[in-house]
């Protein structure tokens, strides 16, 4: 069988904040149409990983590839042709206020394509259908509930098809439904669409129903990773204090 | 991306998406002008994304306005699969909101300026009613926010009111000095100076500096506190916020406003008197006598009430655009400019209604 190239492979990343280790010796290859989660405790160092990654904070040691290139070395140029490749759902979803969905979700079409502006319009209302917020195209974020930014700030990071999606924590503050509805919504995006996916979050049910690979973090270091089903009989008893506690 | 025509057939090969869409789309739209398309085989379409399923829907539109046979032909299942997500030829319209037109519009704003009038009035109401409750009970109110309120709004504005009252006498100066020298009358411009700084500019110049310093903070603190959920946070301990937050402030801005605007009267003066004794050669001590005797207790009343009434305006409207905020951080910054420009409003125009009452 053919070997997949990984899409991000990360080699001994240690990060920091000012002159405290945050984390330290990380060593990840992710390979394409996966959906990989970071987990582990509050404080464990999962969004400062995710961080790193997209360079939204620099690493302080090793290296971070994306389809083959060091993103850390990489001119500003360069590292924007990659950034027009990958999308990323924030926590709070950050979306623009002064501006409604609709716009929110044109913005990165507008700036970086050359199509008209009626293949503009379907690719804007297809995603916010996708998401479950056509009623609300003309809406702005403040007046949306926090299911709903989640669900919006998706359709923006969807906006360009890329072929890599990060998430950190989709399902954070929302009610299993809603929670439920993400998760068949991003496992749709990685069958339909090939897409590989990197998501933070803490939530059991979510790992559970979407997890191909977890990362699990304590303290700043990667205890393990690989499948869900590794996790359970490794025999690492953070990990199974963590599934244990979390069980219901 | 390979287009071909062959009589009414357009044959896409390649990958469809939003790369090679633009260009797509200008090489159709020339081939549209040299022949009819009915058409559009896909059978050698290896990739699409969105951008190209929203190509293939305008096409879409476009060809079935004509043909009557089946436009897309030899779909590849998985260019299919991603056509049946992707299209829109089936999603509802989603009208825009329609505008108002002018007269609603006028009729809007009207009825939103009387709304926004009748609650600004009632949180005076209700900030003047707990602020005398307050003077006799202190119970909603914590321990030392008194001063620590008096020392944020007035001690902390001493510096730029101490600058700005010293140049702005200096200035007056200057400019009378020059004139009324041609007609000999330099002495005067200690009577000039006293009048005008006590009678306008010292109340007006401090309050419009305490207006554009303490009247953004408040309005920001407030506003911070509303979309933090804080002022629920209060309600739910039981504890009434404009008691809480509001009233502390009031109190320490009606004791400092007017000890600011005295000393913004005694800065100018000085700032004059360099002035006057350097060049205009008038004596020290005619000057001060001068300056001293020109006011009266009537304009002192005047001043130091008139000076109150600026600063409840400043809390008050700080107040109200703080408790309206609406929307995140984004609110909290617009509430903070409106606070201050209504404030520095509200200030002139009481200024001159003032003026009109105490000729």
Not at chain 1, 158 to 178: H, Q, R, V
Not at chain 2, 136 to 145: H, I, L, N, P
Request: hydrophobic share 50%; net charge negative; glycine share 6%.
């Amino acid at each position: 069988m053919k070997e997949l190239k990984p899409v991000i492979e990360i080699r001994n990343m240690v990060a920091k904040y000012g002159t405290k280790t945050i984390l330290s010796d990380i060593n990840v290859d992710i390979l394409p149409q996966e959906i990989t989660v970071i987990l582990g405790g509050s404080g464990s160092g999962k969004t400062t990983l995710l961080k790193n990654m997209l360079r939204l904070y620099e690493p302080a040691a090793g290296s971070v590839k994306f389809w083959g290139e060091d993103i850390l070395t990489m001119d500003e140029n360069a590292f924007n042709e990659v950034l027009k490749k990958t999308g990323m759902l924030f926590q709070s979803g950050a979306l623009l206020n002064s501006i409604s969905l609709y716009e929110n979700i044109s913005i990165p079409l507008e700036m970086h394509t050359q199509l008209s502006a009626k293949v503009r319009d379907r690719m804007i209302r297809v995603k916010l259908s996708l998401v479950g917020l056509s009623n609300a195209m003309y809406q702005f974020p403040s007046e949306l509930s926090g299911g709903m930014k989640k669900r919006a700030a998706l359709a923006r990071a969807m906006a360009m098809d890329p072929p890599l999606l990060f998430c950190d924590e989709p399902s954070a503050g929302l009610d299993p439904i809603t929670s439920a509805s993400l998760d068949e919504l991003i496992l749709s995006l990685k069958e339909q669409f090939k897409m590989t996916i990197v998501i933070v979050t803490h939530e059991l049910a979510s790992i559970h129903r979407i997890a191909d690979k977890i990362i699990f973090l304590d303290s700043g270091t990667m205890l393990f990773y690989g499948t869900l089903d590794e996790a359970k009989t490794a025999k690492i008893p953070q990990i199974d204090h963590f599934f244990e506690v979390g069980k219901f | 991306m390979q287009i071909e025509l062959t009589s009414d057939a357009l044959t896409l090969t390649g990958e469809l998406n939003h790369h090679t869409v633009p260009d797509a789309a200008k090489e159709i739209s020339r081939l549209f002008k040299e022949g009819t398309i009915s058409k559009i085989d896909l059978g050698e379409l290896t990739m699409i994304d969105s951008a190209g399923v929203a190509f293939l829907d305008e096409m879409h539109l476009k060809l079935s306005e004509y043909s009557k046979e089946q436009i897309f032909q030899k779909v590849p299942a998985k260019i299919q699969a991603m056509i049946d997500t992707y299209s829109t030829l089936e999603l509802p319209l989603v009208e825009k909101p329609p505008k108002m037109g002018f007269f609603e519009q006028v009729g809007d704003s009207l009825l939103n300026s009387y709304n926004e009038l009748v609650k600004a009035l009632t949180l005076a109401a209700e900030i003047f009613y707990y602020s005398g409750v307050g003077l006799f009970s202190r119970k909603d109110q914590r321990r030392g926010s008194l001063l620590q309120q008096a020392a944020q709004l007035g001690s902390e504005a001493l510096p730029i009111v101490a600058l700005l009252s010293l140049i702005i006498g200096f200035i007056l100066a200057l400019q009378s000095g020059v004139q009324l020298k041609n007609f000999g009358a330099n002495v005067f411009i200690a009577d000039l100076l006293s009048i005008t700084m006590v009678r306008e500019m010292a109340p007006l110049i401090t309050a419009i500096i305490v207006a554009g310093r303490s009247g953004s903070a408040i309005a920001s603190e407030i506003a911070t506190m509303e979309v933090t959920e804080e002022i629920d946070a209060l309600k739910m301990m039981a504890l009434n916020p404009i008691a809480y937050v509001v009233v502390p402030k009031f109190h320490a801005i009606t004791i400092v406003m007017p000890l600011l605007v005295m000393f913004s009267i005694i800065v100018s003066i000085l700032g004059g008197a360099f002035i006057a004794i350097g060049m205009l050669d008038i004596a020290p001590h005619t000057f001060f006598t001068r300056a001293i005797d020109i006011i009266t207790i009537k304009d002192l009343i005047v001043t130091f009430s008139k000076s109150i009434w600026f600063a409840w305006v400043i809390v008050i409207i700080g107040s109200y655009y703080g408790f309206q905020v609406k929307g995140g951080a984004e609110g909290v910054g617009k509430a903070t400019t409106a606070a201050v420009v209504s404030s520095i409003f509200a200030v002139i125009l009481f200024d001159a209604v003032f003026s009109l009452l105490y000729l």
